[in-house]
Protein backbone atom coordinates (compact mmCIF):
# COMPACT_ATOMS: atom_id res chain seq x y z
CA UNK A 1 0.00 0.00 0.00
CA UNK A 2 1.40 3.73 -0.89
CA UNK A 3 2.11 5.42 2.64
CA UNK A 4 5.35 6.71 4.51
CA UNK A 5 6.95 4.16 6.02
CA UNK A 6 9.26 4.20 9.29
CA UNK A 7 11.99 2.55 10.82
CA UNK A 8 12.71 1.96 13.67
CA UNK A 9 9.31 1.79 15.80
CA UNK A 10 11.03 2.09 19.48
CA UNK A 11 14.72 2.79 20.20
CA UNK A 12 16.13 3.30 23.52
CA UNK A 13 19.92 5.50 23.00
CA UNK A 14 22.20 6.76 25.83
CA UNK A 15 23.06 10.04 26.25
CA UNK A 16 25.55 11.09 23.53
CA UNK A 17 24.81 8.59 20.89
CA UNK A 18 23.66 8.98 17.21
CA UNK A 19 21.31 7.45 15.07
CA UNK A 20 19.52 7.67 12.43
CA UNK A 21 15.55 7.34 11.94
CA UNK A 22 14.85 6.12 8.64
CA UNK A 23 11.57 7.61 6.42
CA UNK A 24 10.69 6.55 3.04
CA UNK A 25 7.33 7.66 0.88
CA UNK A 26 6.54 5.89 -2.18
CA UNK A 27 3.95 8.14 -3.17
CA UNK A 28 6.74 10.74 -5.54
CA UNK A 29 5.54 13.90 -3.26
CA UNK A 30 7.86 16.78 -2.91
CA UNK A 31 7.48 17.74 0.43
CA UNK A 32 7.85 15.68 3.33
CA UNK A 33 8.21 16.43 7.24
CA UNK A 34 9.74 15.64 10.56
CA UNK A 35 7.56 16.25 13.78
CA UNK A 36 7.97 15.52 17.41
CA UNK A 37 5.21 14.83 19.76
CA UNK A 38 5.29 15.13 23.06
CA UNK A 39 2.54 15.16 25.93
CA UNK A 40 0.51 18.20 25.91
CA UNK A 41 2.60 19.66 23.42
CA UNK A 42 0.93 18.85 20.19
CA UNK A 43 3.03 18.36 16.95
CA UNK A 44 6.19 20.46 16.14
CA UNK A 45 7.98 20.89 13.38
CA UNK A 46 11.75 19.89 13.17
CA UNK A 47 12.64 19.99 9.26
CA UNK A 48 10.95 19.64 6.43
CA UNK A 49 12.16 19.17 2.30
CA UNK A 50 10.70 20.94 -0.69
CA UNK A 51 12.11 18.50 -2.85
CA UNK A 52 15.54 16.44 -3.47
CA UNK A 53 18.56 18.19 -2.21
CA UNK A 54 16.41 21.20 -0.39
CA UNK A 55 15.75 21.21 3.18
CA UNK A 56 14.92 23.90 5.73
CA UNK A 57 14.24 24.48 9.32
CA UNK A 58 11.05 23.87 11.12
CA UNK A 59 10.06 24.70 14.59
CA UNK A 60 12.60 22.84 16.90
CA UNK A 61 15.51 21.94 14.92
CA UNK A 62 18.16 22.03 17.18
CA UNK A 63 19.80 18.99 17.88
CA UNK A 64 18.84 17.36 14.65
CA UNK A 65 19.78 16.87 10.69
CA UNK A 66 18.42 15.92 7.88
CA UNK A 67 19.29 15.00 4.12
CA UNK A 68 16.92 14.43 1.15
CA UNK A 69 19.06 13.01 -1.59
CA UNK A 70 16.48 11.13 -3.13
CA UNK A 71 12.23 11.82 -3.29
CA UNK A 72 11.67 8.85 -1.52
CA UNK A 73 13.73 8.96 1.43
CA UNK A 74 14.34 11.72 4.30
CA UNK A 75 16.36 10.49 7.06
CA UNK A 76 16.24 12.52 10.35
CA UNK A 77 19.56 12.42 12.25
CA UNK A 78 20.58 12.53 15.62
CA UNK A 79 24.34 13.10 16.94
CA UNK A 80 24.50 13.63 20.42
CA UNK A 81 21.56 12.11 21.82
CA UNK A 82 19.99 14.19 25.29
CA UNK A 83 17.15 13.29 27.10
CA UNK A 84 15.05 16.20 25.67
CA UNK A 85 15.25 14.35 22.91
CA UNK A 86 12.85 11.55 24.17
CA UNK A 87 9.86 12.15 22.01
CA UNK A 88 8.14 10.21 19.35
CA UNK A 89 8.96 11.66 15.92
CA UNK A 90 6.24 11.16 13.05
CA UNK A 91 7.33 11.62 9.24
CA UNK A 92 4.91 13.27 7.21
CA UNK A 93 4.24 13.92 3.65
CA UNK A 94 1.27 16.23 1.90
CA UNK A 95 -0.95 14.84 -0.64
CA UNK A 96 -2.50 16.75 -3.47
CA UNK A 97 -5.48 17.74 -2.43
CA UNK A 98 -8.21 18.58 -5.07
CA UNK A 99 -9.17 21.88 -4.13
CA UNK A 100 -7.83 24.17 -6.80
CA UNK A 101 -5.83 26.47 -4.19
CA UNK A 102 -4.27 23.15 -3.99
CA UNK A 103 -4.43 22.60 -0.43
CA UNK A 104 -2.47 19.85 0.78
CA UNK A 105 -3.90 16.40 3.23
CA UNK A 106 -0.82 15.11 5.87
CA UNK A 107 -0.18 11.24 5.15
CA UNK A 108 1.91 10.11 8.85
CA UNK A 109 4.17 7.27 8.86
CA UNK A 110 3.29 5.17 12.14
CA UNK A 111 6.10 7.13 14.69
CA UNK A 112 8.95 6.24 15.94
CA UNK A 113 9.42 6.15 19.68
CA UNK A 114 12.64 7.23 21.09
CA UNK A 115 13.75 7.11 24.26
CA UNK A 116 17.15 8.76 25.73
CA UNK A 117 18.55 7.76 28.71
CA UNK B 1 1.05 34.62 13.89
CA UNK B 2 -0.79 31.51 13.22
CA UNK B 3 -1.88 28.89 15.82
CA UNK B 4 -4.28 26.81 16.81
CA UNK B 5 -6.12 26.21 20.28
CA UNK B 6 -7.81 23.29 21.88
CA UNK B 7 -9.28 24.30 25.04
CA UNK B 8 -10.02 20.82 26.40
CA UNK B 9 -6.83 18.78 27.27
CA UNK B 10 -8.89 15.32 28.10
CA UNK B 11 -12.70 14.61 27.77
CA UNK B 12 -14.47 11.97 29.42
CA UNK B 13 -17.70 10.66 27.83
CA UNK B 14 -20.28 7.71 28.29
CA UNK B 15 -21.22 6.06 25.40
CA UNK B 16 -23.85 6.21 22.96
CA UNK B 17 -23.61 10.37 24.28
CA UNK B 18 -22.95 13.13 21.56
CA UNK B 19 -19.39 15.05 22.12
CA UNK B 20 -17.90 18.05 20.78
CA UNK B 21 -14.30 19.05 20.67
CA UNK B 22 -13.53 22.37 20.11
CA UNK B 23 -10.59 23.93 17.96
CA UNK B 24 -10.05 27.97 17.72
CA UNK B 25 -7.59 28.77 15.16
CA UNK B 26 -5.84 32.25 14.44
CA UNK B 27 -4.69 32.75 10.84
CA UNK B 28 -4.19 35.72 8.61
CA UNK B 29 -5.12 34.08 5.72
CA UNK B 30 -8.40 31.58 4.36
CA UNK B 31 -7.56 28.60 6.74
CA UNK B 32 -7.39 25.05 5.59
CA UNK B 33 -8.90 23.04 8.21
CA UNK B 34 -8.32 19.40 9.25
CA UNK B 35 -9.14 16.88 12.24
CA UNK B 36 -6.88 14.30 12.64
CA UNK B 37 -7.22 11.12 14.93
CA UNK B 38 -4.60 9.13 16.82
CA UNK B 39 -5.29 5.81 18.05
CA UNK B 40 -2.45 4.77 21.06
CA UNK B 41 0.69 3.95 19.38
CA UNK B 42 -0.74 4.69 16.21
CA UNK B 43 -0.12 7.32 13.44
CA UNK B 44 -2.67 10.18 12.98
CA UNK B 45 -5.07 9.48 10.19
CA UNK B 46 -7.46 12.54 8.81
CA UNK B 47 -10.60 12.31 9.97
CA UNK B 48 -12.34 15.59 7.59
CA UNK B 49 -10.85 18.45 6.17
CA UNK B 50 -12.08 22.35 5.47
CA UNK B 51 -11.16 24.03 2.30
CA UNK B 52 -14.13 25.83 1.52
CA UNK B 53 -17.86 25.85 0.65
CA UNK B 54 -20.08 24.33 3.04
CA UNK B 55 -19.17 25.09 6.48
CA UNK B 56 -20.51 21.62 7.73
CA UNK B 57 -18.11 19.17 6.83
CA UNK B 58 -18.79 15.33 6.86
CA UNK B 59 -15.96 12.84 7.56
CA UNK B 60 -15.47 9.01 8.65
CA UNK B 61 -16.61 7.45 11.11
CA UNK B 62 -19.67 9.41 11.82
CA UNK B 63 -17.96 12.86 13.19
CA UNK B 64 -18.82 16.22 11.22
CA UNK B 65 -17.26 19.61 11.96
CA UNK B 66 -18.39 23.16 11.84
CA UNK B 67 -16.68 25.87 10.19
CA UNK B 68 -17.48 29.53 12.05
CA UNK B 69 -15.41 32.36 10.36
CA UNK B 70 -16.70 34.90 12.99
CA UNK B 71 -15.65 32.98 15.89
CA UNK B 72 -12.22 31.37 14.29
CA UNK B 73 -13.73 27.91 15.20
CA UNK B 74 -13.74 24.55 13.92
CA UNK B 75 -15.42 22.39 16.27
CA UNK B 76 -15.87 18.77 15.91
CA UNK B 77 -18.94 17.08 16.72
CA UNK B 78 -20.42 13.36 16.40
CA UNK B 79 -23.69 12.22 17.55
CA UNK B 80 -23.30 9.18 19.71
CA UNK B 81 -19.92 8.09 20.77
CA UNK B 82 -18.51 4.81 20.68
CA UNK B 83 -16.28 3.11 22.76
CA UNK B 84 -13.85 2.66 19.68
CA UNK B 85 -13.67 6.51 19.60
CA UNK B 86 -11.20 6.64 22.42
CA UNK B 87 -8.18 8.49 21.26
CA UNK B 88 -6.53 11.23 21.02
CA UNK B 89 -7.69 14.08 18.69
CA UNK B 90 -5.86 17.32 16.60
CA UNK B 91 -6.96 20.35 15.25
CA UNK B 92 -4.79 21.61 12.41
CA UNK B 93 -4.72 24.54 10.50
CA UNK B 94 -2.67 24.80 6.53
CA UNK B 95 -1.54 26.78 4.55
CA UNK B 96 -0.98 26.59 0.90
CA UNK B 97 1.93 24.98 -0.31
CA UNK B 98 4.12 28.27 -1.17
CA UNK B 99 4.32 28.33 2.02
CA UNK B 100 7.23 26.18 3.92
CA UNK B 101 5.53 25.42 7.35
CA UNK B 102 1.94 24.33 5.82
CA UNK B 103 0.51 23.08 9.32
CA UNK B 104 0.00 23.66 12.51
CA UNK B 105 -1.26 21.65 15.55
CA UNK B 106 -2.92 22.17 18.52
CA UNK B 107 -1.87 20.49 21.63
CA UNK B 108 -4.64 17.73 21.44
CA UNK B 109 -7.56 16.67 23.07
CA UNK B 110 -7.39 12.72 25.11
CA UNK B 111 -11.06 11.24 24.53
CA UNK B 112 -11.82 8.63 27.09
CA UNK B 113 -15.28 6.81 26.74
CA UNK B 114 -16.82 5.11 29.32
CA UNK B 115 -19.53 2.23 29.44
Known amino acids: NAGVTQTPKFRILKIGQSMTLQCTQD?????MYWYRQDPGMGLKLIYY???????DKGEVPNGYNVSRSTTEDFPLRLELAAPSQTSVYFC????????????????FGAGSRLTVL | AQSVTQPDIHITVSEGASLELRCNYS??????LFWYVQSPGQGLQLLLK??????LVQGIKGFEAEFKRSQSSFNLRKPSVHWSDAAEYFC?????????????FGTGTSLTVIP
Open chain 1, 27 to 31: MNHNY
Open chain 2, 27 to 32: YGATPY
Open chain 1, 92 to 107: ATPSKGRHLGGANVLT
Open chain 2, 92 to 104: AVGALPATGNQFY
Open chain 1, 49 to 55: SVGAGIT
Open chain 2, 50 to 55: YFSGDT
